[in-house]
């Protein structure tokens, strides 16, 4: 969908009336164009009418959940590329990551403050609106060429000097650097790299993880941890001088 952050269509999904106004209020402040559910078999419907930019989503909804919600979205071809940020309350891992394995592109734990829920909106947003990182064949250029992934010859460059990485290591980059600020759990980094029958534990993508980092030298940095939930590839990265 081609559209500017400013003029964005956001349904926002939330059965707490004060918290949808809040919502609401504070995208249109941004330019954005605020629409309001207060379930999810609404939301459907109104998304089945009118698909948005972006649907802001609460996990706790009267009648459907927001992972089923979010499950029937991604599950039809018509509505599973449009991004969903969840809202969940604090501490709640368990349901965080089952929304993102279910395909949500980022959340927001309540309570949360407008300015950060916009920032990740504004961020979500322009991921969509952004071309993935650019492609030659089959490699990945990063970083301003700085960084190669060569998927054909299975080798990684730094600076155009090839880097030795083991084969879980070139993929778990490779699963990252795809698309770029996107969060993968642990068990989607797994099927990734492995398929989705292996059975392998998440200390085991922590150790690949760090032993990567090493290698990566001064880009060590572009993956990021994101605490509770898996890893990202970083959307921009600063490079020591």
């Known amino acids: 969908?081609?559209?500017?952050?400013?003029?964005?269509?956001?349904?926002?999904?939330?059965?707490?009336?004060?918290?949808?106004e809040l919502i609401e209020f504070h995208a249109q402040r941004e330019?954005?164009?605020?629409?309001?559910?207060?379930?999810?078999?609404?939301?459907?419907?109104?998304?089945?009418?009118?698909?948005?930019?972006?649907?802001?989503?609460?996990?706790?909804?009267?009648?459907?959940?927001?992972?089923?919600?979010?499950?029937?979205?991604?599950?039809?071809?018509?509505?599973?590329n449009i991004p969903i940020v969840m809202v969940?309350?604090?501490?709640?891992?368990?349901?965080?990551?089952?929304?993102?394995?279910?395909?949500?592109?980022?959340?927001?734990?309540?309570?949360?403050s407008p300015r950060v829920l916009m920032a990740r909106l504004k961020s979500v947003l322009r991921r969509q609106l952004e071309e993935l990182p650019r492609k030659e064949g089959n490699r990945i250029v990063l970083l301003s060429g700085s960084l190669v992934i060569d998927a054909d010859r299975h080798e990684t460059l730094i600076d155009g000097k090839k880097i030795d990485l083991?084969?879980?290591e070139f993929g778990?980059?490779?699963?990252?650097?795809?698309?770029?600020?996107?969060?993968?759990?642990?068990?989607?980094?797994?099927?990734?790299?492995?398929?989705?029958?292996?059975?392998l534990s998440s200390r085991t993508v922590d150790v690949h993880v760090t032993a990567l980092r090493r290698k990566l030298l001064r880009h060590a940095e572009c993956v990021e941890t994101v605490r509770g939930v898996g890893y990202r590839f970083a959307e921009s990265h600063t490079e020591d001088a």
């Open 1 to 20: 969908m081609t559209v500017s952050t400013a003029k964005a269509e956001i349904l926002i999904v939330e059965d707490e009336p004060e918290i949808a």
């Open 31 to 80: 330019g954005m164009n605020a629409r309001t559910c207060h379930s999810g078999r609404l939301a459907l419907d109104a998304i089945r009418r009118q698909a948005p930019d972006l649907i802001v989503l609460d996990l706790m909804l009267p009648d459907l959940s927001g992972l089923e919600v979010c499950r029937r979205l991604k599950q039809a071809a018509e509505t599973r």
């Open 88 to 112: 969940t309350a604090k501490g709640e891992e368990s349901d965080i990551v089952a929304g993102l394995e279910l395909g949500a592109d980022d959340y927001v734990t309540k309570p949360f």
């Open 166 to 168: 083991t084969l879980t």
């Open 172 to 199: 778990i980059l490779q699963c990252l650097a795809i698309r770029k600020g996107f969060v993968r759990t642990r068990d989607q980094i797994i099927a990734s790299v492995h398929g989705k029958h292996t059975m």
